[in-house]
């Protein structure tokens, strides 16, 4: 790997606070190509993949929602999350937190708005999920601080007013099943929900009983229907 590219990508990073917002698309079409072009990984190819990471994290809040889907799309082409190292998660979650959590809980987050208005192949909540997975919950004293504020994230997508229509929008069980069992176990994480949250969070879960009992109940008739006949 070219160690002067590297060396420029080092430079980038030092001035990624000071980088101007229209820049953003730049740097993450520039790393999406680098990873289309990514045959094998090497130390080199790592710590350029950290760099770049590292320098969308340092970005301040955007709407290029569309340009960072996709980038996560193209990510999820090359790599597993379960693969990824800490040096590279880390600033990956703070770049998720920066740009889509709530900063104002008396203002609409638009960034996580128009986050959820991607129904389908959304890249970035497949990632949000994946990262999920990875923390565990079994020790929650020794939860890192990276980790606490992916959580803090989870918080805002799960009781966002436009989480009930991605969610119902979605057209497979598995997403639906993964969303909610993630949903079970954050809110044991947090005590003090307030108003608005926990009707949010009843809002949604409701919509899906209500959509989904009706088959509960007949795949339910089905089988003591079918025991009957067993039976007879």
């Given at each position: 790997m070219n160690f002067e590219f590297y060396l420029g990508a080092?430079?980038?990073l030092n001035f990624a606070p000071l980088l101007d917002i229209d820049l953003f698309p730049i740097v993450?079409?520039?790393f999406e190509k680098f990873l289309k072009a990514l045959n094998?990984?090497?130390d080199w190819t790592d710590r350029i993949i950290e760099v770049y990471w590292q320098i969308l994290a340092n970005f301040q809040r955007n709407e290029f929602i569309e340009v960072t889907?996709?980038?996560?799309g193209q990510w999820e082409c090359k790599y597993k999350w379960k693969d990824i190292p800490v040096s590279v998660m880390s600033p990956v979650i703070h770049f998720l937190f920066r740009q889509f959590n709530t900063q104002d809980p008396h203002i609409t987050n638009?960034?996580?708005l128009s986050l959820l208005k991607l129904f389908e192949t959304n890249h970035v909540m497949n990632a949000v999920y994946e990262i999920f997975t990875m923390i565990d919950f079994a020790d929650t004293n020794n939860i890192g601080h990276d980790n606490k504020m992916f959580i803090h994230l989870l918080y805002d997508i799960i009781t966002h007013e436009s989480f009930q229509k991605w969610i119902e929008q979605q057209n497979?069980?598995?997403t639906i099943t993964k969303w909610l069992?993630?949903?079970s176990v954050i809110v044991q994480t947090k005590t003090d929900w307030n108003n608005y949250e926990l009707i949010a969070l009843l809002s949604w879960n409701g919509s899906l009983f209500m959509k989904y009992a009706?088959?509960?109940n007949s795949n339910r008739n089905t089988t003591v229907n079918g025991e009957d006949d067993l039976v007879m």
């Open positions: 080092k430079v980038w993450a079409n520039s094998q990984t090497s889907n996709e980038l996560f638009e960034n996580l497979e069980e598995e069992s993630l949903t009706p088959l509960i």
